[in-house]
């Protein structure tokens, strides 16, 4: 189980830091005790294995990974706070949810328990089919689903995060998005896994944190790096050692070359899903072509639905993937059919056998019987200098004719005609018309939500006329 291994290393190494919070560092000694303690009172509080699904909405991080493993331990089903489904939800705030029972942890109760005696807490002999976590897939366009992960399931994905992204690798683990999503999940067993610490270290602290730290594995979404890489201190020297780690969306040539130059050359992109867990991981090639993500590990099968070198739908088998969502038969039927999982991703092989992401099925464009991938526009936009974010969208016209957009987010004083004059050096692309914004619409793995640009320019196009 996921405390289990923090069991071990409060007997084996006591004094080693467990996890890295809010300016202090917590030793796996007390780390345990914690868990216990919170233990202890969700069982005189009646949550046990029969509670049903708990959505854990903690704002004080370290308590949040507290809290998880105290649920783990008794044999009780954690979920994240946002999860409405959830059987009960507890929180350390005010947010009122009517429709769901919820028990709220004041600041007095929580310091009376961090106050009292850490209670022995009996190991459980856990089925490991059994459910252990229920995740949230990130929603792009849809209502998130609940996708329900037993214990197995759950090892075999710890096991492949170890070998592949965090091979060689021991220290300090960090995922900016956060435990509630896949990858924030996995640095966590990972890390506990190992013997190393867990970082929940506040984005402002991060450089200090990479420049002191001898070593570890740093998991970010491109847009997140793009974030880091805008705020390092001047004098900004990190320690060697460190590995950037990036999911969640397609990595931009320019920011990785900025990240392999400011932070570390060895950086790893992925191509992951909570469904299937890792589905192919590289090391990045700065000469590849974009979106490549590389080649798939042992365990899974990841398959192109058409000839060698072209475009085709993806679809998966894989020793950790899931076969369904909860409560949720109809899109288990269009996702989840005949042992594959279809996630919904266009992509190609290269010759040498690595996979290129080119996008979703429900994003690629008809201009006219002209099939475009948003993908193909985006990446050579972020190579003109002064170009920031981009997002490419198809939008009709008031005549309902669709036009391609591309969405850009610019430096200060940015030249507007430079990009076009830039775009036109390259081959292929349709013509395009520009929207200037502030930020790219993104959700918390960093997806750009196609659909809010293209309904906020049809709602602008109204108003304007045009």
């Not at 560092?25 to 009646?46: K, N």
């Not at 899109?331 to 979703?360: K, N």
């Not at 591309?406 to 292929?428: I, M, N």
Request: aromatic share 6%; proline share 8%; net charge negative.
């Amino acid at each position: 189980m996921l405390e289990g291994p923090i069991k071990d290393h409060a007997r084996w190494t006591p004094r080693a830091p467990a996890v890295i919070a809010q300016g202090r560092t917590v030793s796996y000694a007390q780390f345990d005790a914690d868990i216990d303690r919170f233990a202890g009172a969700f069982l005189d509080l009646g949550i046990g294995p029969g509670s049903g699904v708990i959505a854990l909405q903690i704002d004080v991080p370290y308590l949040h990974h507290v809290a998880i493993c105290a649920l783990s331990r008794i044999g009780a089903v954690s979920s994240a706070g946002h999860d409405e489904a959830a059987e009960l939800r507890i929180t350390d705030g005010n947010e009122p949810r009517p429709q769901q029972p919820t028990l709220r942890l004041g600041s007095d109760a929580i310091a009376a328990i961090l106050a009292a005696p850490p209670r022995s807490i009996p190991r459980l002999d856990t089925d490991p089919d059994s459910l252990a976590r229920v995740m949230l897939t990130s929603g792009t366009t849809l209502k998130p689903r609940r996708i329900g992960l037993s214990w197995r399931r759950l090892d075999a994905a710890n096991h492949t995060t170890l070998r592949t992204y965090g091979a060689g690798k021991l220290g300090t683990w960090l995922a900016l998005p956060g435990v509630d999503s896949m990858m924030g999940y996995s640095f966590a067993m990972a890390a506990w896994t190992t013997g190393g610490a867990l970082a929940v270290t506040p984005v402002a602290d991060l450089p200090a944190l990479l420049e002191t730290a001898a070593q570890g594995v740093l998991g970010v979404t491109p847009v997140q790096l793009r974030s880091l890489l805008d705020d390092l201190p001047p004098g900004f020297e990190p320690r060697p050692g460190w590995r950037i780690f990036s999911g969640g969306s397609l990595m931009p040539t320019p920011v990785a070359r900025e990240a392999c130059l400011r932070i570390s050359p060895d950086l790893i992109v992925n191509y992951g899903s909570t469904e299937a867990s890792v589905n192919a991981l590289c090391a990045i090639d700065l000469n590849a072509p974009p979106g490549v993500v590389g080649y798939t590990p042992h365990g899974a099968t990841v398959e192109v639905m058409a000839p060698d070198g072209e475009s085709g739908e993806i679809r998966i088998r894989s020793s950790r993937m899931t076969y369904g969502y909860l409560d949720d038969p109809v899109e288990t039927a269009a996702r989840f059919r005949d042992g594959w999982f279809y996630p919904g991703d266009v992509g190609r092989r290269l010759p040498d056998g690595r996979l290129v992401l080119e996008g979703r099925v429900d994003d690629r464009m008809n201009l006219g019987g002209f099939k475009f991938m948003p993908g193909a526009l985006e990446a050579p936009a972020l190579e003109c200098p002064g170009v920031v974010d981009c997002a490419a969208f198809a939008a009709p016209d008031l005549q309902g004719i669709d036009h391609c957009w591309l969405a850009v987010v610019t430096v200060p004083g940015f030249d507007r005609d430079s990009l076009a004059v830039h775009l036109s050096g390259y081959q292929g692309l349709p013509e395009n018309r520009f929207a200037w914004i502030d930020a790219i619409p993104r959700n918390a793995m960093g997806k750009v939500e196609r659909g809010t640009l293209r309904d906020a320019l049809i709602a602008a196009l109204k108003v304007g006329g045009g």
